[in-house]
T-cell receptor
Framework: AQSVSQHNHHVILSEAASLELGCNYSYGGTVNLFWYVQYPGQHLQLLLKYFSGDPLVKGIKGFEAEFIKSKFSFNLRKPSVQWSDTAEYFCAVNALSGGYQKVTFGTGTKLQVIP | DSGVTQTPKHLITATGQRVTLRCSPRSGDLSVYWYQQSLDQGLQFLIQYYNGEERAKGNILERFSAQQFPDLHSELNLSSLELGDSALYFC?????????????FGPGTRLTVL
C-alpha cells in the first residue's frame, strides 16, 4: 500500500528564513505529487503539483518543490518565508492502487512563522 | 472559494446519534471525496465516488456510509456516533476519477459529539 511520510510535524521559523519541508512516499510505480496548504480556519488548497517533465515545479506564493525519483521524495521549499505562510502543509500522492487511482495524504506539517 | 459547498458548517450532537453531512461538488466535477481531519489522526481519506458509483475506499468505519446522487451531490452518513468521531469532515471534488487531477476542497463541516 502506498504511504506518505512528512517527518516534520511542527516547524517554527523567523520571517525571511528559508523553508524546506520533507515529503517521502512509498510506491514503486508512476505517481503524481501534490502539496496542499491549509491556512488557519480555511480549507485545503493546492500549492503545486507534479505530473511529469521538469522535476522542479513552481507553485503559488513563491513555493517550489523538487521531485527526486531515486529518493522517493518531493520536498517543498521557499527561500524566504513570510508571516502569512503560517499554515499547515500537506503532501499528497496519487497512484494506482487496487485497480483504482488513490490519493494518500501525509499527516501534515504545521508551520509557524514568527514576525 | 473553491466552488465546493458543504452543509452544515457546524454540527453538535450526542453520542449514539446519527447525522448526515452534505457536499455539492464544483460544477462539472464528477468525482467526490470525503476526508476526516482530527487532531490525533490527521487527514484521513474516507471514500470516493465517481458519477454515482463508489470508486475507492479508505479508512472508513462501518458505522459510516456515503452515496452520490444523480445530481452529483454527495452525503456522508455517520451513525452510532462516538466521542472520537468529533472532527472536521472535508469534501473534495475533481473532474475525473483518476489521473493527475487536482482536488478542490470544501470549507468542511465541524462535527462535535458530546
Amino acid at each position: 500500500a502506498q504511504s506518505v511520510s512528512q517527518h516534520n510535524h511542527h516547524v517554527i521559523l523567523s520571517e525571511a528564513a528559508s523553508l524546506e519541508l520533507g515529503c517521502n512516499y512509498s510506491y514503486g510505480g508512476t505517481v503524481n505529487l501534490f502539496w496542499y496548504v491549509q491556512y488557519p480556519g480555511q480549507h485545503l488548497q493546492l500549492l503545486l503539483k507534479y505530473f511529469s517533465g521538469d522535476p522542479l515545479v513552481k507553485g503559488i506564493k513563491g513555493f517550489e518543490a523538487e521531485f527526486i525519483k531515486s529518493k522517493f521524495s518531493f520536498n517543498l521549499r521557499k527561500p524566504s518565508v513570510q508571516w502569512s505562510d503560517t499554515a499547515e502543509y500537506f503532501c499528497a500522492v496519487n497512484a494506482l492502487s487496487g485497480g483504482y487511482q488513490k490519493v494518500t495524504f501525509g499527516t501534515g506539517t504545521k508551520l509557524q512563522v514568527i514576525p | 472559494d473553491s466552488g465546493v459547498t458543504q452543509t452544515p458548517k457546524h454540527l453538535i450532537t450526542a453520542t449514539g446519534q446519527r447525522v448526515t453531512l452534505r457536499c455539492s461538488p464544483r460544477s462539472g466535477d464528477l468525482s467526490v471525496y470525503w476526508y476526516q481531519q482530527s487532531l490525533d489522526q490527521g487527514l484521513q481519506f474516507l471514500i470516493q465516488y465517481y458519477n454515482g458509483e463508489e470508486r475507492a475506499k479508505g479508512n472508513i468505519l462501518e458505522r459510516f456510509s456515503a452515496q452520490q446522487f444523480p445530481d452529483l451531490h454527495s452525503e456522508l452518513n455517520l451513525s452510532s456516533l462516538e466521542l472520537g468521531d468529533s472532527a472536521l469532515y472535508f469534501c473534495a471534488s475533481s473532474v475525473v476519477a483518476a489521473g493527475p487531477n487536482e482536488q478542490f476542497f470544501g470549507p468542511g463541516t465541524r462535527l462535535t459529539v458530546l
